[in-house]
């Protein structure tokens, strides 16, 4: 026989199975708790909030030589896309958002003082299909949010 949970333990349950909550405080004012589910118990504390969730693009983050990478890797695609050559096309800042594959919300330095956002889809791996360019955003300033485009 286990021990039941005292306030604030975690239960890790995957399946809503009955524990025994020996927490001090009534529940509902009255009645002191004393069986309800691990995924209902008032006393659990709440998960950790997750760093990315699925369908939510994530938090902006600086360029890493992967988002770099990706960046080049479509660079021609937006060059024909606006008809001229980029002297700069360096990478600062960017999202991800897991879809079925992963976008990727890149702000790109073009020029001195010219930005563009570019939205980049990168395919599941067993889908074997190249990066590509799926939007891009012109006449950005550097210190212009990177949003959903």
Known sequence: MTAAPGPGARLRST????VRCSASVRCSGSV??????AA???HAPAPPAAEMMCGAPSATQPATAETQAIADKVKSQLEEKE???FPVFKALEFKSQLVAG?????KVQ???D???HIRVFESLPHENKP???TSYQTNKGRHDELTYL
């Open 15 to 18: 399946t809503p199975a009955s």
């Open 32 to 37: 002191r708790c004393s069986r309800v589910t």
């Open 40 to 42: 209902r118990c008032p």
């Open 83 to 85: 008809n001229k050559k």
């Open 102 to 106: 992963k976008n990727y919300f890149i």
């Open 110 to 112: 073009v020029d001195e």
């Open 114 to 116: 010219d930005f563009m």
């Open 131 to 133: 990066v590509a360019l």
